[in-house]
């Protein structure tokens, strides 16, 4: 049990485009949904927190208009990077949680802008 | 605040035991993880610690002392396979469930 999928898995795409990336929780229904950032050889970046029907919380340098983060159901979460950049190339991965239970991460998305 | 240090890297011998050391400093800890990571994968789930003391799951084992901080995940007869990157993160609640994970270490088996 506790599998979460990512979709898509590749995203290469020109600077400027927005890029939506699915985060789906296929065996539970996951009260909170998380979106990290992580480029290489460092830890994972908390972006934003997720909660069901509500409003993400993003973390203190993240920008909220730039990365777009939709909680529509108990099973999905979308994040939307707008207006893409170079700089914004990166692995992006989601994970979903029951609460105070471990997160289950999805397999990622590696991001390439050019 | 919230701080969690851990080796950078680390290198064992195939078939021989290490310990990866995890010292935090979270307001509202609730619970210790530990995750593995491939290169270029997403973590997976190895361990939760509430609890202090050693829960023991096959080959991997990991402990937990709340009054010191301080935490440890022990791999014994180690593989090929386990040449992973092992990132220990505390849970925290502080106005919601967040976890908040440490750098990684980065461990080299070698034959």
């Known amino acids: 049990g506790a599998v979460v999928s990512q979709h898509p898995s590749w995203v290469i795409c020109k600077s400027g485009t927005s890029v939506k990336i699915e985060c789906r929780s296929l065996d539970f229904q996951a009260t909170t949904m998380f979106w990290y950032r992580q480029f290489p050889k460092q830890s994972l970046m908390l972006m934003a927190t997720?909660?069901?029907?509500?409003?993400?919380?993003?973390e203190q340098g993240v920008e909220k208009d730039k990365f777009l983060i939709n909680h529509a159901s108990l099973t999905l979460s979308t994040l939307t990077v707008t207006s893409a950049h170079p700089e914004d190339s990166s692995f992006y991965i989601c994970?979903?949680?029951?609460?105070?239970?471990?997160?289950?991460f999805g397999p990622g998305t590696r991001l390439l802008v050019l | 605040g919230q701080n969690i240090d851990q080796p950078t890297e680390m290198t064992a011998t195939e078939g021989a035991i290490v310990q990866i050391n995890c010292t935090y400093q979270?307001?509202?800890?609730?619970?210790l993880f530990w995750y593995q990571q491939h290169a270029g994968e997403a973590p997976t789930f190895l361990s939760y610690n509430v609890l202090d003391g050693l829960e023991e799951k096959g080959r991997f084992s990991s402990f937990l002392s709340r009054s010191k901080g301080y935490s440890y995940l022990l791999l014994k007869e180690l593989q090929m396979k386990d040449s992973a990157s092992y990132l220990c993160a505390a849970s925290s609640n502080t106005g919601g469930f967040k976890t908040i994970f440490g750098a990684g270490t980065r461990l080299f088996v070698k034959a």
């Open positions: 994970s979903a949680s029951l609460g105070a239970e471990a997160q289950y």
């Open positions: 997720s909660n069901e029907g509500s409003k993400a919380t993003y």
């Open positions: 979270t307001s509202g800890f609730n619970g």
